[in-house]
């Protein structure tokens, strides 16, 4: 966008190419010269394209309508029934810790995601491992 403002602002097209010489100013305008050719030819070969496209589709409509063929007829054979796929939904992570929060409620944690503040708290200060708070096979039953 400053790009396009100071390219096209003489002002601003004035105050960027001061320090340059002319020489290179010159060659700058050569090379803006040949992207514009470029696109020149480029924006040429699309419309020439899409005129051999639109005198496709004219033949193929003579041609259909010499042959008697109706377009809706036509498309109704191409028809597909497009069904997307639902995405099944992922059933929740059973918990794999157990810990008692700052009111002293007790909570759980899945292992995944950020680890609850009471758990990397007692980590930290040693008095406990990640361990000590699994949910153990016999509680969970």
Known sequence: MQFEKTLLNQRSLR???????????DEAIEKLTA???????????QIEAEKARQAKLAEFRELM?????????LIAGVETTTT????AKRAPRPAKYEY??????RMTWTGQGRQPRAI?????????TLEDFEIKAAAAE
């Open 100 to 105: 008692l929060n700052a009111d002293g409620e």
């Open 35 to 45: 992207v514009r050719a470029e696109r020149y030819e480029a924006e040429k070969e």
């Open 120 to 128: 990397a708290d007692a980590i930290a200060e040693g008095s406990k």
């Open 84 to 87: 997307t796929k639902q995405k």
């Open 15 to 25: 105050a960027a190419v001061r320090p340059l010489t002319i020489d290179q100013i």
């Open 65 to 73: 309508k010499e042959e008697g063929i109706n377009p809706a007829d």
